[in-house]
């Protein structure tokens, strides 16, 4: 990292960050985050931030927003005691369930408060941009429940490994656009819902999905989804009387991730890990450990880490998980890691595969392959941690990941000779 | 008569165009594409028809650009072009005889490093930038390397930025001033709106530097009409299309400004 921040710098922003003072008014976290977007977009991001700070500091939006995750999403949703996995481990692991938000991941309550943002603001049609499919489907469901017309942007890659989300978006009435261009993941789908916004800033609203983009998004994003350590706070210490000793999340563009940590930052004894997608290895370009192998640079609209080469060009990714699959991350995260408030490791493919099964087999629970990262880093930390509580984001189910893992896990008819043999 | 800051050769170049009662031609070409080789050939071939030179750098995600950028900016990068071949390029060139502009997304000059850029800037003859990614707000610290060095940091505006913003971008804007013509990404093959020269005339009414229109400029009766509302044009997907079609770029540029 070339950032350099003294300790009691260091120690101001994180103060600054707990009491909500940052971003501050140019969308900064320390050196990272701004507002780095082409010329035609300035006006459009500069009024979404005013509605942003509007609606969000507004009781009836919130109150509104409140009653549409409860009764709509389904919110809170529970935090389940995972016996299996804490007897196998040695740890007490609690799973904070977005897998049972609405839609299946924690995608919704962003899509949710943004898409009634959008109403509120007279959006004519809502463009996002999906990974996973993830937050393709929910912004599609939410912009059906609020009645906007919707476009979601996905690569042709992820079409082909996440095709039952996009039938998905097609039933709640999406239109979905195939994006051929650049690495057809992720970062694609990106690049081309900026593109169209460019097009039409004033009657489209951009759902952007992640923590991620030029300000007030990573900050937008941020509040929408802190209801997940907010909630999960609050029932840890209902079910054990104290808080975690760790709280454990998966890092693409970190939107789970930040909802989660961000309302535990003030909670000192709580260590906090954030677990990027090791990919095959630690070659560059085998993996999507943004934290772990990048540098600050600018990409999608903010300066934070990100994967790129000594031209600038920035770097193809892999991960077995879609929505881990991208060379960025949101500039809250920069900062947390260039503070040491949050600890960034990463777990391979094979790690998040081998979590998910024993999840499964555990707990009875088909976790999607971005959260099976946060439970191969939680078992990795409780290896060198007994007997210590686990707070693990569970961000979304993995019904989605059926087209991956029938590749990567072979089916049990296809084994029937050797389970056979075995017996 | 002292010699004239690389900022100001951009200016003086569309200046000259107009006194000889001509629109400014400002011809855009994708460094390095579609042949690596004939970079240097095709810039001196664009080069004879234009005034001012605009060589895009090519970046991994170009989000301001139409398919025609995006697949020149692929081919070059996977051809091995880069800022700093770009630049060893032009330095080892004689002089093109228009002044040079390099269009680059933020983070390859980020990647170079400002100070060092800028100084090989001068050494290979290169008079400014346009950063399709850096609004005015961020644009402090490079906008300081660039004024250290002469260099122009050409500010773009579009039709949707509002009147107040619209003048301190003028104001602040070196070299020229890039009037984006539509709402939109470049390349598009669409009729300008009928309220493009409107708004161009706002545009020249808050600034003393030359304004350029460009995004979406292709035919010889746009350039005519935008001509008695700007300065200049700028040519860019249409250029490197024809580049693509093996076409001699030389013509093409003639026959539009006939």
Redesign the interface.
């Known amino acids: 990292m070339q950032v350099d921040i003294t300790p009691q710098q260091g120690a101001e922003l994180l103060a600054r960050l707990i009491n909500n003072e940052l971003p501050d008014k ?1 969308g900064r976290y320390g050196p990272f985050g ?7 977009l ?3 991001l500069s009024r979404l931030a005013d509605n942003v700070y509007r609606y969000l500091a507004d009781d009836d939006f919130m109150a509104h927003l409140d009653q549409q995750l409860s009764t709509w999403v389904g919110r809170p949703t529970a935090l389940t005691h995972a016996q299996g996995l804490s007897k196998r481990w040695g740890a007490e692991v609690y799973l904070k369930r977005e897998d049972l938000a609405h839609t299946g991941a924690h995608k919704i309550n962003n899509a949710l408060g943004q898409a009634l943002l959008a109403q509120e603001m007279g959006a004519k049609r809502v463009i996002a941009e999906t990974g996973a499919g993830q937050h393709g489907v929910a912004t599609a469901a939410a912009c059906a429940r609020v009645g906007i017309p919707c476009t979601v942007y996905m690569g042709a890659v992820d079409i082909q490994r996440q095709a039952p989300n996009v039938d998905r978006m097609h039933q709640l009435g999406a239109r979905v656009v195939a994006v051929e ?2 690495d057809k993941t992720l ?2 789908a ?2 081309e819902a ?2 169209n916004w ?5 009657g489209s609203y951009y759902l952007l999905g992640s923590a991620v983009g030029p300000h007030p998004y990573p900050y937008l994003v941020q509040r929408l989804q802190s209801v997940i350590g907010s909630e999960a706070r609050s029932q840890i210490l209902d079910q054990t009387g104290s808080l975690p000793d760790v709280a454990i999340a998966c890092v693409g563009g970190g939107s789970n991730a930040i909802g989660l940590f961000h309302p535990l930052l003030a909670d000192e004894s709580i260590a906090l890990l954030g677990v990027e997608a090791g990919g095959h290895g630690p070659a560059l370009g085998d993996n999507s450990a943004t934290l772990a192998a990048g540098k600050p ?5 903010s300066y934070s880490v ?1 994967l ?7 770097q193809d990714t892999h991960s077995v998980s879609a929505g881990l699959d991208y060379p960025g991350v949101g500039p809250e995260h920069s900062l947390l890691q260039a503070l040491g408030r949050v600890n960034y490791v990463s777990a391979t493919d094979t790690d998040a595969l081998n979590a998910l099964q024993e999840c499964c087999a555990a707990e009875g629970i088909l976790p999607a392959l971005e959260s099976a990262h946060a439970l191969a880093g939680a078992r990795a930390w409780a290896k060198d941690n007994q007997g210590k509580a686990i707070l693990i984001g569970l961000s979304g189910r993995g019904d989605k990941d059926m087209p991956t893992l029938s590749q990567h896990i072979p089916s049990p008819l296809g084994e029937d000779k050797g389970a056979r043999a075995d017996d | 008569m002292s010699k004239l800051l690389p900022r100001e050769q951009i200016t003086a170049a569309l200046e000259a165009a107009n006194t000889n009662n001509k629109v400014a031609l400002v011809p855009f070409i994708t460094a390095g594409y579609p042949d690596k080789d004939a970079f240097i050939s095709t810039l001196k071939a664009i080069a004879t028809e234009g005034d001012v030179v605009e060589i895009g750098v090519p970046f991994s995600d170009p989000m301001a650009d139409g398919v025609t950028i995006q697949r020149s900016s692929h081919a070059a990068i996977a051809a091995g072009v880069s800022l700093h071949w770009i630049l060893d390029e032009l330095t080892a060139a004689e002089d093109l005889g228009a002044p040079v502009v390099l269009m680059s997304y933020l983070n390859p000059l980020l990647a170079f490093g400002y100070e060092a850029l800028a100084k090989q800037c001068i050494a290979a003859g290169v008079c400014g930038f346009i950063v399709p990614d850096l609004p005015w707000e961020e644009s402090a610290e490079f906008r300081a390397v660039m004024d250290k060095y002469g260099l122009a940091l050409v500010q773009l505006v579009t039709p949707v930025t509002p009147d107040d913003r619209l003048e301190m971008l003028c104001k602040g804007s070196q070299g020229f001033v890039y009037a984006v013509t539509i709402t939109g990404i470049t390349g598009g093959d669409v009729a300008l709106p009928p309220t493009v020269t409107d708004y161009l005339d706002q545009v020249k009414s808050h600034t003393s530097v030359p304004v350029c229109a460009g995004f979406g400029v292709r035919h010889a009766s746009q350039v005519e009409n935008l001509g008695h509302h700007a300065n200049g044009v700028i040519v860019g997907s249409a250029l490197v299309e024809q580049l693509e079609a093996g076409a001699d770029p030389a013509p093409f540029l003639r026959d539009l400004r006939s």
């Open positions: 140019h701004g507002c780095y977007a082409p010329e035609t300035v006006p459009a261009s650049g970062r694609a990106i690049d900026f593109r460019v097009a039409d800033p004033d640079g600018v990409l999608h609209g990100l790129y080469d000594n031209d600038g060009q920035i």
